[in-house]
C-alpha cells in the first residue's frame, strides 16, 4: 500500500506563494492518478487539482484555476502544488491522495484510495 507524506505547509501573507509535497512509498505512484484535496474550518472535503498517471492532463477547481498548479515526478515519487497569489479562503488542510485510474482525475473523495495526513496551509489577511 502506498504511504503518502505532505509537507511544505505553513503560514503566509495574502497575494504570497507555497508549494506543497507529497512524497510516497511503494510500487503504485506511476500507476496511477494523484489528486490534492483540501478541507477548511467548518467546511467539508473538497477537490482541489488532480493529475493523470503521466502528467499529461491536470485539472482544477475552479476556484484555483490559475493560481495552483499540480505537477508530479514519477522518478522520485512526489506530487507537487505550487499556490500562487493566495487568499485567506485558501486557508485548509491540504491532502495529497492517491487515484484509482491511471488516466481518470477523480473529483470526489470515494475515486481515491490512500491518503496522506495532511498539512496545514494558513492566510492571513
Known amino acids: 500500500q502506498v504511504q503518502l507524506v505532505e509537507s511544505g505547509g505553513g503560514l503566509v501573507q495574502a497575494g504570497g506563494s507555497l508549494r506543497l509535497s507529497c512524497a510516497a512509498s511503494g510500487r503504485t505512484f506511476s500507476s496511477v492518478g494523484m489528486g490534492w484535496f483540501r478541507q477548511g474550518p467548518g467546511k467539508e472535503r473538497e477537490f482541489v487539482a488532480g493529475?493523470?498517471?503521466?502528467?499529461?492532463?491536470?485539472y482544477y477547481a475552479d476556484s484555483v484555476k490559475g493560481r495552483f498548479t499540480i505537477s508530479r515526478d514519477n522518478a522520485i515519487a512526489k506530487v507537487y502544488l505550487q499556490m500562487n497569489s493566495l487568499n485567506p479562503e485558501d486557508t485548509a488542510v491540504y491532502y495529497c491522495?492517491?487515484?484509482?485510474?491511471?488516466?481518470?482525475?477523480?473529483?470526489?473523495?470515494?475515486?481515491?484510495?490512500?491518503w496522506g495526513q495532511g498539512t496545514q496551509v494558513t492566510v492571513s489577511s
Open positions: 491522495a492517491q487515484g484509482k485510474s491511471p488516466l481518470r482525475i477523480g473529483l470526489t473523495q470515494n475515486e481515491y484510495s490512500n
Open positions: 493529475v493523470t498517471r503521466t502528467g499529461g492532463t491536470t
